[in-house]
Nanobody
Framework: QVQLVESGGGLVQAGGSLRLSCAAS????????TGWFRQAPGKEREFVAA????????FHADSVKGRFTISRDNAKNLVYLQMNSLKPEDTAVYYC???????????????????WGQGTQVTVSS
């Protein structure tokens, strides 16, 4: 089993920045890919970004490209989501997710991930 805990959410004005962290514990050696998703009230869960185990391969949704960056520190079992130039439409609960085996074609599919954190709220005011 793997446990994921997100942190770093909060309230920020439009144009501001936040950095989310995802701390993994348990059988972290089984994780191949880690992703960030978000879900706004009344909307479906949406892919934000993903990174593979080595950190050498990253993916970002078109809606956040150029503003958000996913990265990882394997020594600390942490995955980060740096969010810059935040917009009110970025307001959502942000979830960290981990997959044991996930092909590239499925990185944006929530059902492909095996473990999920509880989420952290990000609110961007206009």
């Amino acid at each position: 089993q793997v446990q994921l805990v997100e942190s770093g959410g909060g309230l920020v004005q439009a144009g501001g920045s936040l950095r989310l962290s995802c701390a993994a514990s348990g059988r972290t050696g089984t994780i191949y890919r880690t992703g960030w998703f978000r879900q706004a009230p009344g909307k479906e869960r949406e892919f934000v970004a993903a990174i593979n185990r080595s950190g050498g391969s990253t993916f970002h949704a078109d809606s956040v490209k150029g503003r958000f960056t996913i990265s990882r520190d394997n020594a600390k079992n942490l995955v980060y989501l740096q969010m810059n130039s935040l917009k009110p439409e970025d307001t959502a609960v942000y979830y960290c997710a981990a997959a044991r085996l996930l092909p590239v074609q499925a990185v944006s599919v929530p059902q492909g991930y095996d473990y999920w954190g509880q989420g952290t709220q990000v609110t961007v005011s206009s």
